[in-house]
């Protein structure tokens, strides 16, 4: 059974970090794409982040790039996004997402989600 | 970057009913929407690809079509379990938006 399981969510500051991680399991983890996706409290949702197999290509949506970077290590089955410089509208309800392709931009539909990891940013 | 309008932004229907909500988007797109099913409290929840291909294990009361700018998902013999929020995306190019959401009440 494939399963996804974020953790690392949790109360920041403005101008603060967090990272967020997401471990994998019930698949070979080295032969899919990863994506973040977002939902502030009662909004829709937003498409944040992503990384190749390999990682060796990602993706920023314009409201993030340059503020948060995914990475992703093979060897512990497991995803990250590194937050910085978060801001109040970074709230939400994060989500680690596994679309059916090794390369991100390709079939990028999400078959599988995670349970998500609330961010709260606050002073 | 790709707009993506959903229709109606909330709908009630009784058990049994057939709806259909509708997403058009600001470009074409041609068959790269998806669509979710995100119950309150949940995870959302992928029902169907590239418009009209069913995920695996999705009841097949669930059905997709549309081409172009102009997309429908159809949900047949209503259930209890389908009262939620449902969601259009779009794979065609970066970012990959999603709609704002139709809120279904059953």
């Known amino acids: 059974e494939v399963q996804l399981v974020e953790s690392g969510g949790g109360l920041a500051q403005p101008g603060g970090s967090l990272r967020l991680s997401c471990v994998a399991s019930?698949?070979?983890?080295?032969?899919?794409?990863l994506h973040w996706v977002r939902q502030a409290p009662g909004k829709g949702l937003e498409y944040i982040a992503a990384i190749s197999s390999l990682g060796t290509s990602t993706y920023y949506a314009n409201s993030v790039k340059g503020r948060f970077t995914i990475s992703r290590d093979n060897s512990e089955n497991t995803v990250y996004l590194q937050m910085g410089s978060l801001r109040v509208d970074d709230m939400a309800v994060y989500y680690c997402a596994r679309s059916p392709s090794a390369l991100w931009f390709k079939e990028t539909n999400f078959e599988y989600w995670g349970q998500g990891t609330l961010v709260t940013v606050s002073s | 970057d790709i707009q993506m309008a959903q229709s109606p932004s909330s709908l009630s229907a009784s058990l049994g009913d057939r709806v259909a909500f509708t997403c058009r988007t600001s470009?074409?797109?041609?068959?790269?929407v998806n669509w979710y099913q995100q119950r309150p409290g949940e995870a959302p929840k992928l029902l169907i690809y590239?418009?009209?291909s069913l995920q695996s294990g999705v009841s097949s009361r669930f059905s997709g079509s549309g081409s172009g700018t102009e997309f429908t998902l159809t949900i047949s013999d209503l259930r209890p379990e389908d009262s939620a929020t449902y969601y259009c995306q779009q794979s065609y190019s970066t970012p990959h938006t999603f709609g704002q959401g139709t809120k279904l009440e059953i």
């Open positions: 590239r418009a009209s």
């Open positions: 019930g698949f070979t983890f080295s032969n899919y794409a």
């Open positions: 470009q074409t797109i041609i068959t790269y």
